[in-house]
């Protein structure tokens, strides 16, 4: 792709998809600043990146003291792909805990809604505003062992569409799209589980997600390759 000095954040930045996009966005020229819970591994696993920022992205006070920390440091965000999530399954529709409910709507819904109410006026700003989620096949495909899970990220996708009727009213140079694995996978593509989407793919559509118009991605539901 041609080089790009877009300043993409990436929340949830020290897991491997994290950590595969920032390394692809970086090669690629783009400014990337890091954002995830422990600054430690931030800084262990993510050195080459413009700025690191440990926050916690479900409380929204202190999402938008990350925002004012970065407008002050690097200026507006021109991109964010929101890497925040985690799994929990459980024995059919009994089997859907509180406990669990509570972890994905944390981690998955509510860090979403605080960054994307920090940021997206940035995003409306920028002559290139992107916003990305990583979905799930589960959003499609509902069962009962999963409906936790489904529903969270059935939510994370509305709150996007949501988004991206903004984009179209607002700011049609800016695009929100969700992005859907059935898993990732930190795998080589040769390794990853069958039916698994390896991290190499999703940091290639990180760096596609810069490149497309935004007319071609804003709203779009888009499955990833599979292994």
Known sequence: MKETSKLVLIAG?????????????????????AVGSNQQRLDERLAF???????????????KHLALQVHEEHGRVDALIHLVGGWRGGKSITGQSDEDWDFLHHSVLSTLRNTT????????ASDAGRLAIVSAEAVL?????NANY????????????AIARLFTKQAEQAAAISWVVKALSDKSPEEAPAGHTPVQYLAEAATALLEKPAVELNGTRLLLPKA
């Open 49 to 63: 990146a413009h700025g690191r920022y440990e926050c916690d992205l479900g409380d929204f006070e202190a999402v």
């Open 13 to 33: 930045a020290t897991s491997a998809s994290g950590i595969a996009s920032a390394n692809a966005l970086v090669d690629a020229g783009a400014r990337v600043l």
């Open 141 to 145: 495909n509902p069962t009962p062992s």
């Open 150 to 161: 489904g529903a969270v990220k059935a939510a994370a996708e509305h709150w996007v569409n």
């Open 117 to 124: 109410r920090a940021f997206v006026d940035d995003l409306v």
